[in-house]
């Protein structure tokens, strides 16, 4: 078994050409300083014999496992490593399978005909087979002795291709959990740093001294908060302390970075355990400043409890391997800044349309400072905000045009959410649910039966004496 339904699932966070992709991340991730060798513990080994742990060959996929055989064929030390291991130690189906060895990256291309080297300042082999790759990373070191390949241009690290040990490797992971090493020749686990006992107790527990390896990569907080939601795992209370204290530095993150991080917390299938999460260790208002403020000023807890249910949504069409969209996602998590900004506006007595205009790009224009949100999801993001209003439309021709609005689906997906923080659309829901079903003859005809009767369209028959509408984006409970 290799969890294809769930690699096709995670396309969105598939490997990208130039290697920025979810394996090694951090060989590459935009700025993070050098280790200090200080902040690491001495590796000791603990190997775990075959007849010990659960791995077994076949739940390894297929290329993962012909890359291992082909690198120990030509005398190289081969292990697949990292999220892998721990997933298969778990009976989870890891999503991709990365392998470390001892052999260069140009070694690993003499090797595999299918193979291309990626990345200047970390080199790494991908090793391509049709759909799958296998990321083949060399053991990297902490320490620059000068025989390795390291060069600094304006005090930044342009190539950094020092390669080590095993040992070497393994402590410069970030969880314990994450740095075992499952070798192909004896079939054994590879324990540097504790982590067989970790996963066995279930614990998140960073690899030398928390503060200092925050400090070094602050997106190691987020990491700690999605693998806990993603394993069911808690965090070790050294490793999770500073984490409050230390949350700000996110701020200092690559902003795209932290957007692939934010589909990986939230499209993951764990959604509603990561936003717990981020809430608990303090990281939502690094993340997302405006929806924490507003969720702290919504005394009621309604923006709360629709969020958390949309959430709930997502894990379900997850678990269903039904598709998820960044756009709706963001709708979601920055609705409560949306609506803020708006009540804001309209207080200072900004007429309607301008000012849900005006809040939708003053809350994507700060937020993506934070997070890049590309403009293929922030665009239709805003138009599911924008929609909201016209669905108190029950003009014959507004609501024709509304239905066959591109974002109409979605916009009223969204609206059918909101009900969880106020009733006060639920007329609106049911006329949009009953309009879906109906035959354009049907609703075309009952629009304009109620027009003429002055009545609420209602089509399931029942007259209703139609309310003053105003158009609205979000109500004054919301
Ligand atoms: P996932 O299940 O999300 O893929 P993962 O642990 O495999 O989790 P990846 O981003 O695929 O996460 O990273 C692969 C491995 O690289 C990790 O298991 C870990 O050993 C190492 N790693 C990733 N990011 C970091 C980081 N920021 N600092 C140190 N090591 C990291
Ligand atoms: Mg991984």
Same mark, same amino acid.
């Given at each position: 078994m290799?969890?294809?339904s769930?690699?096709?699932r995670?396309s ?5 050409p130039?290697?920025n992709?979810p394996?090694?991340?951090f060989f590459q ?10 902040a690491?513990?001495q590796?000791?080994l603990r190997?775990?014999p075959r007849d010990?742990?659960p ?17 120990r *064929?030509a ?7 990292g ?8 009976g ?6 990365d392998?470390a060895t ?12 299918n193979c291309?080297?990626?990345?200047r300042?970390f080199?790494?082999?991908?090793v ?7 990321e083949?990373?060399t ?6 002795d ?5 060069e600094?241009e304006?005090?930044r690290?342009?190539?950094d291709?020092v390669?080590?040990?095993i040992e070497d490797?393994?402590?410069r992971r970030d969880?314990?959990c994450?740095?075992l090493?499952?070798?192909i020749e ?11 006992e ?11 001294d928390p *503060?200092t ?13 999605r693998?806990?939601?993603k394993?069911?795992?808690?965090i070790?209370p ?5 984490i409050?204290r ?5 701020a200092?993150?690559?902003p795209a970075?932290l957007f692939?991080?934010m589909?990986?917390l939230f ?7 990561s936003f ?9 208002g690094?993340?997302?400043p405006?929806t924490a403020?507003?969720l702290r000023s919504n ?5 709360r ?14 678990a ?13 998590l920055?609705w409560p800044a949306?609506?803020?900004?708006l009540?804001?506006l309209?207080a200072q007595?900004m007429?309607?349309?301008e000012?849900?205009?005006r809040a939708?790009?003053?809350v994507?224009?700060?937020?993506v400072q934070?997070i ?5 999801f922030?665009?239709?993001?805003? *138009?599911i ?5 016209r669905?108190?439309t029950r003009?014959r021709k507004r609501?024709f045009r509304?239905l ?5 689906r979605?916009a009223?997906d969204?609206?059918?959410l909101?009900?969880a923080a106020?009733?006060?659309h ?13 035959s354009g ?7 304009d ?6 009545e609420?369209a209602?089509?399931d028959g ?6 003053r ?7 004054a409970?919301?």
């Amino acid at each position: 078994m290799c969890g294809c339904s769930q690699r096709r699932r995670a396309s969105i966070f598939t490997r990208q050409p130039d290697g920025n992709g979810p394996g090694e991340i951090f060989f590459q991730a935009h700025g993070i300083t050098p280790i200090d060798p200080q902040a690491l513990p001495q590796p000791v080994l603990r190997s775990v014999p075959r007849d010990q742990h659960p791995i077994s060959r076949k739940d390894i996929s297929p290329n993962a496992l012909r890359v291992l055989y082909r690198l120990r *064929e030509a005398g190289f030390g081969a292990y697949l490593v990292g999220g892998a291991v721990r997933d298969l130690l778990l009976g989870m189906h890891p999503k991709d399978f990365d392998v470390a060895t001892d052999a260069t990256p140009e070694q690993v291309k003499q090797l595999f005909r299918n193979c291309r080297l990626i990345g200047r300042r970390f080199r790494l082999a991908h090793v391509v087979y049709g759909r799958e790759i296998i990321e083949v990373a060399t053991f990297r070191a902490n320490v620059d002795d000068g025989s390795g390949d390291r060069e600094v241009e304006d005090g930044r690290l342009v190539r950094d291709n020092v390669y080590g040990t095993i040992e070497d490797d393994a402590v410069r992971r970030d969880f314990t959990c994450n740095a075992l090493y499952y070798a192909i020749e004896d079939f054994s686990v590879r324990d540097y740093t504790g982590g067989y006992e970790d996963v066995l107790a279930r614990k998140m527990r960073l690899i030398g001294d928390p *503060e200092t390896r925050y400090r070094e990569d602050p997106v190691r907080m987020l990491r700690a908060v999605r693998l806990a939601a993603k394993l069911g795992f808690s965090i070790d209370p050294p490793t999770a302390e500073p984490i409050p204290r230390l949350a700000g530095l996110l701020a200092e993150a690559a902003p795209a970075r932290l957007f692939e991080e934010m589909l990986k917390l939230f499209l993951s299938g764990h959604a509603v355990a990561s936003f717990e999460g981020l809430e608990r260790h303090g990281l939502l208002g690094a993340l997302m400043p405006e929806t924490a403020a507003a969720l702290r000023s919504n005394r009621s807890g309604a923006l709360r409890r629709m969020v958390l249910k949309g959430l709930a949504g997502t894990d379900a069409r997850v678990a269903a391997d039904e598709p998820v969209s960044p756009a709706f996602l963001f709708a979601l998590l920055l609705w409560p800044a949306y609506c803020r900004a708006l009540a804001g506006l309209q207080a200072q007595g900004m007429p309607v349309e301008e000012a849900q205009r005006r809040a939708a790009d003053r809350v994507t224009l700060h937020q993506v400072q934070t997070i890049a949100l590309p403009k293929r999801f922030s665009l239709p993001m805003q *138009e599911i905000w924008l929609l909201q209003s016209r669905f108190s439309t029950r003009q014959r021709k507004r609501v024709f045009r509304l239905l066959a609005h591109p974002r109409f689906r979605a916009a009223y997906d969204f609206l059918a959410l909101r009900l969880a923080a106020s009733d006060s659309h639920a007329a609106d829901v049911e006329f949009w649910r009953e309009a879906q079903q109906s035959s354009g003859d049907a609703l075309a005809a009952s629009l304009d039966a109620s027009a003429a009767s002055g009545e609420d369209a209602d089509l399931d028959g029942a007259p209703r004496r139609r309310r003053r509408r105003r158009r609205r984006g979000a109500t004054a409970s919301e």
